[in-house]
């Protein structure tokens, strides 16, 4: 499995960006895609996610309002919408993909098996 992930660049507090991530090397019907997030000196945190099969979708409170997570089957790839940008929001963007079906490791670094390389998203207050 690999995962490619990019959109990432410098943006103003209050605008928006769009993350991609392009997922090839399997079939993800039984994937779930999620993004998570770095910044120096902290650990990497949970931002969004989606289940391939049926689309459902998952977000951290922090991001809820602003930032939705969808994909596009034709493309394998999943975006990441982001609104409302926070000097906050700064940090590395990952993507990464999970065979595994339980729920309530849904959110944890340590349930996903492939990572994407990391998208720099940079917001200037």
């Known amino acids: 499995v690999q995962l490619q992930a990019s959109g990432g660049g410098l943006v103003q507090a209050g605008g928006s960006l769009r993350l991609s991530c392009a997922a090839s090397?399997?079939?993800?019907?039984?994937?779930?895609i999620s993004w998570f997030r770095q910044a120096p000196g902290k650990e990497r945190e949970f931002v969004a996610g989606?289940?391939?099969?049926?689309?459902?979708?998952f977000s951290a409170d922090s991001v809820k309002a602003r930032f939705t997570i969808s994909r596009d089957n034709a493309k394998n790839t999943v975006y990441l919408q982001m609104n409302s940008l926070k000097s906050e929001d700064t940090a590395v963007y990952y993507c990464?993909?999970?065979?595994?079906?339980?729920?309530?490791?849904?959110?944890?670094?340590?349930?996903?098996?492939?990572w994407g390389q990391g998208t720099q998203v940079t917001v200037s207050s």
């Open positions: 989606i289940r391939w099969s049926g689309g459902s979708t």
């Open positions: 090397g399997d079939t993800f019907s039984r994937y779930t």
């Open positions: 990464a993909a999970t065979r595994s079906s339980i729920w309530s490791t849904r959110t944890t670094v340590s349930a996903y098996a492939y």
